[in-house]
Structures are given as structure tokens and as C-alpha cells.
């Protein structure tokens, strides 16, 4: 069994897949608490399903692209099963974690989106750094920056693994309505950091704290 928070199908906002359709997994509870979590819902709020019921619902979507998310999404032991049998309905099957759990059992096939936590999220002591070694090259490694402090330690962690060798994508993702994503994108240019900067596409199509989508 899991537990679920929500399932939907919308836009996807992040990644080097954002705009794409996407049904979405949102699996229940989480571990850390990073200091700018915009989804603090999915902390306690849930409901049991199975992995055949959870399947059902994202098959009734009728889209090829399914990210599971959290909440922190390793956390159940059945995703490893659900992950499985996405694969197995020929799903693209994209995973959201924050970085803090191995990756090692998720399936290899699974594109990992894998959250390097910054000083400012108060959580990055927490960070797995094995699982900077275990990336495949469909992989894509997220910061979420919150200031100046934040994108120097993401361009140094950058260089110090040559991420951007290693994975399909650096995303840096400024924290919304603290850090401008003007002030983001010079800091980038200026340092021509290997990286892609994304913002939350969801967060400008809908309202910031709207559900669901
Ligand atoms: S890992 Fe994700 S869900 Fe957990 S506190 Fe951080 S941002 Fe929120």
C-alpha cells in the first residue's frame, strides 16, 4: 500500500521536461523541512492506495509522461513497485526526491530528478552525496536557491562533481517571490555556469498556491 496525497494531470512546470503534460503522484509525508517547502500538505495529509489502484488512476490520464512526487517520494517501500510497474505501461516515468535518500534501488530506467539542498533551505547537512555518483545520464540534479549564498555553493558543487557532465540537466530554480530571477540569470551569465535556470511553470500559469496543478 501507499499513501497518496494527490494525483492530477497538468502542465509540467520543472525540469527539462516543463510544459509537457504530466500526471503527477504525490506520495505522502516527508522527512526534512526545507525552510521554503510549498508543500507542506503533503507533510500528513493522504489516503491509502495500492499500487494497483494508483496505477489505475494515472492510466485513466491517458498520457505517456508520469512524475512521482512528494512529499519525499523514497520514503514508502511499495514506490519501488509502482515505479516498476509505470515502467511496465510504458509510462516515462520521472522521480522528484530530495536528495537525502539513496537513489540506488530506483530503477534504472526512471529519469531521477535529484535536489541538492542549499545552506538556505536549512536542510543541506541532510544531503545524500553518494547519490552524486550514482546519476545516470538521463538525470537531472535541482538547487533551489534562495540568495547569493545559495547559487555559490551550487556553482561550487557544480565544478567539485562536473555535474554537467555527469547528468542530462543542472537546474537551478530561484525561490519564488524572495530571490528575482533576474538577479539569478546574471549571476549565471556572468559566471557562464553550466546550468539551466527554470522556474516553476505552474507557479505563473495558475496561482502560486494553488493545488493540483
Ligand atoms: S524535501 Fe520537498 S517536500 Fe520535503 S520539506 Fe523539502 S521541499 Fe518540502
Known sequence: MLTINEIFYSIQGESTRAGRPCVFVRLTGCDLRCSWCDTAYAFHEGHKQSVDEVVAAVERHGCPLVEITGGEPLLQED??????????????????????????????????????????????????????????????????????????????VVARYQLDDRCAAVLLSPVHGELDPKTLSEWVLSDRMPARLQLQLHKYIWSPSTRGV
Not at 95 to 118: F, S
Not at 127 to 137: G, K, Q
Open 79 to 156: 514506490v519501488y513497485d509502482l515505479m516498476n510497474r509505470l515502467l511496465e505501461a510504458g509510462r516515462t516515468v520521472m522521480l522528484e526526491t530530495g536528495g537525502h535518500r539513496p537513489i540506488d534501488r530506483v530503477p534504472a530506467a526512471v529519469v531521477k530528478i535529484v535536489d541538492v539542498k542549499c545552506p538556505g533551505s536549512d536542510e543541506a547537512r541532510k544531503t545524500c552525496w553518494e547519490n552524486l555518483e550514482r546519476l545516470a545520464p538521463h538525470d537531472e540534479v535541482k538547487f533551489v536557491i534562495r540568495d547569493r549564498t545559495d547559487y555559490e555553493f551550487a556553482r561550487d
